[in-house]
């Protein structure tokens, strides 16, 4: 049977309430970022929940790393983490995922923007060819 996990935490993110919402089934890892305004109470948090689990946008899927439960000496633990910090850099799975959510929806964003320009550079070209030849029919 597979184990589903869902996290919200709930912190101030100047000057907002932020939530961010990490869930981990099946071996994949999402995120979706929830912003407040002011602060939530518990049971608006809940309510929320309930209500808006299904529109929430959550980013890509990544490889979820299941916790070791071998116990493992302090001292080596802190310098395996320290190189793996070095790797991959500093930030939470939260936050990679996040970040990963941003970059996809800035490529989307770009490409969006770029038809929309092609678009309308074309719609000016036609307006300057029909009043070129409109001025050219011998009227």
């Known amino acids: 049977m597979d184990k589903a996990l869902s996290k919200l935490t709930v912190f101030f993110e100047e000057p907002f309430w932020v939530g961010v919402c990490e869930c981990e089934y099946k071996g994949k ?8 305004g002011a602060e939530p109470r518990d049971c608006e948090i809940y309510d929320f929940v309930l209500k808006n689990w299904n529109r929430l946008k959550f980013s890509p899927s990544i490889e979820a790393i299941g916790p070791d439960e071998k116990h493992t000496n302090p001292k080596r ?10 790797k991959t850099g500093i930030g939470t799975k939260a936050q990679q995922a996040l970040k990963l959510q941003r970059d996809q929806c800035r490529i989307e964003r770009k490409s969006r923007s770029r038809k929309q320009r092609e678009a309308e550079k074309k719609r000016q070209f036609e307006l300057r060819q029909k009043k070129h030849r409109e001025k050219h029919r011998g009227r």
Do not use: G, H, S
Not at 29 to 36: D, G, M, W
Not at 77 to 86: D, E, F, G, I
């Open 29 to 36: 890892y999402e995120v979706c970022k929830i912003t407040f």
């Open 77 to 86: 633990m802190q310098r395996t983490l320290k190189r793996q910090l070095q």
